[in-house]
């Protein structure tokens, strides 16, 4: 239990070392020992005052919270003139508030990131992340109420977006071509998803997207041997993230010897982006287009149905966050959260489209866009301990009232 009568302002020096310890190790690398080091506290002390790991990450969220709030207030203060929300504005504003998190609050980014990815797996978490995710939708209801005639739906539709982009903008931020897509992105969010008769957004975008990473076939072919190995490190990613990866792990996990997993992959990044194929090809292979589409046309009840595999959308949704992550504490990995922020919306636009009333609008940048807000959403809700049954009708409604 914390000590009575210590007030957070005490814990400055605390708080701030296990955040960095956190957003440079993630969350199982935080120890009352590791922040004792970092912060000049003695394991007395810390003992004392704190008494274990649950109580430090409680401390530790209550002052992040605190800090997420009086941002929120800020940016709260920083619109209090202004009546209406235009397309611009609104995009304005939710860049910058990105951008403020990825800049000048990038390790307060990278631990809800953390404690969103770990509350999935980790009940115990879930009262944690819960009241910051609560307050992330009231700033958002609070900054569009009256200012936009759709607020409501908007408002939801936007928190589910900056959980599914964030970390993105923390490793991709100083790339031109990233912020050019990114930033395309939100004014179509903003602007009904859709794109408009006669503009040229949809080649635009098709640009900045071969311009982000560069297009490279499936070097691992399905049925080749090293395909095994693939999935191998496939499933250590989705499990343990891709930190995890290295040629001895996938060795033991298919009883081969680590000279037989290099003589596929001779490199821990070349094995890496081998798993990263592997995830992406075992979702895709669960998705039945031809039945969905079906199911779309005879019966439009079925839109808010369940249509994506639950496993393997629960799979793919976090290990693409641990490959943001690893990005986010590592520069080696930021071509591969590169390529898996190009490939959003691949599977999406395979079927989503059927739901709008005008599908010949609903290019690669509504597809990125509806693939972001169904990503934070279902993050999200593995955050809440929600079961995954596939997307909700809810979510879909509100992109479905933007476009109309």
Sequence with gaps: MVNEGVGLGDWSALVSAARSLVAGRGLRGLSLRSVAGASGWT???????????????????????????????????????????????????VTGYLDDYATNRREAAIFWEEMLLEAGIDGGLRAFVAPWLDERECFWQQLLSGRHPKSNALARLIVK????????????????????????????????????????????????IAGLAPSEPIATPIKSSAW??????ASLMRDRGPSAV?????????????????????????????GNEALYEGFRATLDVDLIRSRLVSDPAARGGLIDPQRAAKGLSRATHMIALAGARDPAFAPLVAQRRKDRGRS??????????????YDRCAAQITSMVLGGELFINLARGIDYTGHSSATLGDLLALAN
């Excluded at 005052?49 to 401390?59: S, T």
């Excluded at 999406?348 to 609008?361: C, H, N, T, V």
């Design 228 to 233: 095994p190995v693939a999935e191998a490190t």
């Design 161 to 208: 977006y900056v959980v599914a982009e964030q970390l993105y903008s923390v490793v991709l931020g100083h790339e031109p071509t990233y912020r050019l897509m990114r930033d395309m992105g939100i004014r179509r969010l903003c602007n009904g998803v859709l794109a408009d008769v006669g503009t040229a957004d949809s080649d635009l975008f098709e640009n900045f």
């Design 348 to 361: 999406s636009g395979l079927w989503i489209d059927q739901l709008f009333a005008a599908p010949e609008r």
């Design 43 to 93: 394991m007395g002390e810390i003992g004392y005052r704190v008494g274990n790991k649950e109580q430090l990450i409680a401390i530790l969220v209550e002052a992040e919270r605190a800090s997420s709030l009086a941002l929120d207030r800020q940016w709260l203060d920083r619109l209090a003139a202004l009546r209406h929300f235009d397309v611009a504005t609104l995009a304005a504003v």
């Design 246 to 274: 290295t040629h001895r792990s996938v060795a033991a996990a298919l009883g081969i010897s680590p000279s037989a997993v290099a003589h596929h992959f001779r490199t821990h990044m070349d094995l890496v982006r081998a």
